[in-house]
Nanobody
Framework: QVQLVESGGGLVQPGGSLRLSCGASGSRFSFNTMGWYRRAPGKERDFVAVITSSSRTNYADSVKGRFTISRDNAKNTVYLQMNDLKPEDTAVYYC???????????????WGQGTQVTVSS
């Protein structure tokens, strides 16, 4: 089974920075895409950023130029560096991965438990 463990959330002032981390466990799996989504209070969960196994990236327009996604394939870990944070970035941030299971030749999607990011003065 795959487990995703996120860390790095917290309270930050507008204009500040935070770095989220998400480690994936499950030694037989290949982690293809890894990414971040967020759910703001009273809203749907939205896409933030994604990175492929070959390090191609894509971002939501609202975070382009401020957030950077990266990954360490040796550690099965994905990072989200968030700079110039705004109050509208306040949300629970969820890690997501698509993992290939060679035992059953199938790919599944897994989610982390979420980490709270609050941007407020």
């Amino acid at each position: 089974q795959v487990q995703l463990v996120e860390s790095g959330g917290g309270l930050v002032q507008p204009g500040g920075s935070l770095r989220l981390s998400c480690g994936a466990s499950g030694s037989r799996f290949s982690f293809n895409t890894m990414g971040w989504y967020r759910r703001a209070p009273g809203k749907e969960r939205d896409f933030v950023a994604v990175i492929t196994s070959s390090s191609r990236t894509n971002y939501a327009d609202s975070v382009k130029g401020r957030f950077t996604i990266s990954r360490d394939n040796a550690k099965n870990t994905v990072y989200l560096q968030m700079n110039d944070l705004k109050p509208e970035d306040t949300a629970v941030y969820y890690c997501r991965t698509t993992a290939w299971d060679p035992l059953i030749s199938s790919e599944y999607t897994y989610w982390g438990q979420g980490t709270q990011v609050t941007v407020s003065s």
